[in-house]
């Protein structure tokens, strides 16, 4: 089974309707991101959570939100989908490598489309 | 200007060749480093961490040059299966060691047979 899994894989959607993404992990890493990846502009990091009460902002937040439910699951909401939304949604957890920095390992990803 | 910045490629390389990419990064304050791999539509996978004294993993190489800002990933005898985007990742770490990392758009490697 996969470390971290995102549900759903593959959404699409209507502007102006609210949609969730949600991420489950079993490394038991306290650390949980998520990001968005576009063409040619590389992974965005939307939020990111340190522990179920800790949650902050990343450089492109504005039209999300998120939902720390438990050390193991993350979850990003888009309010009110717009069609420049549409990305490649990937779901992250990161610990302590052996060279003393935070790897990250990402879940498979969910494609969403905003019509 | 980006603050990691990666050639995009392709670099489109014959089976065994030895293919060597490069990337840098703007501030200074970065403290870690890696090199990601993606395969197309999956998500991104840790390759290699760069650690400062160079680091070997079989046919791959990476290094680290903090005076000039750079690190490279440099992969010999390459195989069908090497294709790929190949990710530069640096964590800038600040007061509270964020554990964030800044992404490079990615150089795309096509090894053809």
């Known amino acids: 089974d996969a470390d971290v899994t995102q549900t759903p894989r593959n959404r699409i959607t209507k502007t102006g309707k609210r949609i969730m993404l949600e991420c489950s992990q079993t490394k038991g890493h306290d650390r949980m991101y998520w990001y968005r990846q576009d063409p040619g502009l590389g992974l965005r990091l939307i939020y990111y959570?340190?522990?179920?009460?800790?949650?902050n902002k990343g450089e492109i937040s504005d039209g999300y939100s998120v939902s720390r439910q438990a050390q193991a699951k993350f979850s990003l909401s888009l309010e009110s989908a717009i069609p420049n939304q549409t990305a490649l949604y990937f779901c992250a957890t990161s610990d302590l490598g052996p060279g003393g920095s935070y790897e990250q390992y990402f879940g498979p990803g969910t494609r969403l489309t905003v019509t | 200007r980006k603050e990691v910045e990666q050639d995009p490629g392709p670099f489109n390389v014959p089976e065994g060749a030895t293919v060597a990419f490069n990337c840098t990064y703007s501030n200074s304050a970065s403290q870690s480093f890696f090199w990601y791999r993606q395969d197309c539509r999956k998500e991104p996978k840790l390759l290699m961490s760069v650690y400062s004294s160079g680091n070997e993993d079989g046919r791959f190489t990476a290094q680290l040059n903090r005076a000039s800002q750079y690190i490279s990933l440099l992969i010999r005898d390459s195989k069908l299966s090497d294709s790929a985007t190949y990710l530069c990742v640096v964590n800038r770490r600040g007061s509270s060691n964020t554990g964030k990392l800044i992404f490079g758009q990615g150089t795309t490697l096509q090894v053809k047979p």
């Open positions: 959570s340190f522990d179920v009460k800790d949650i």
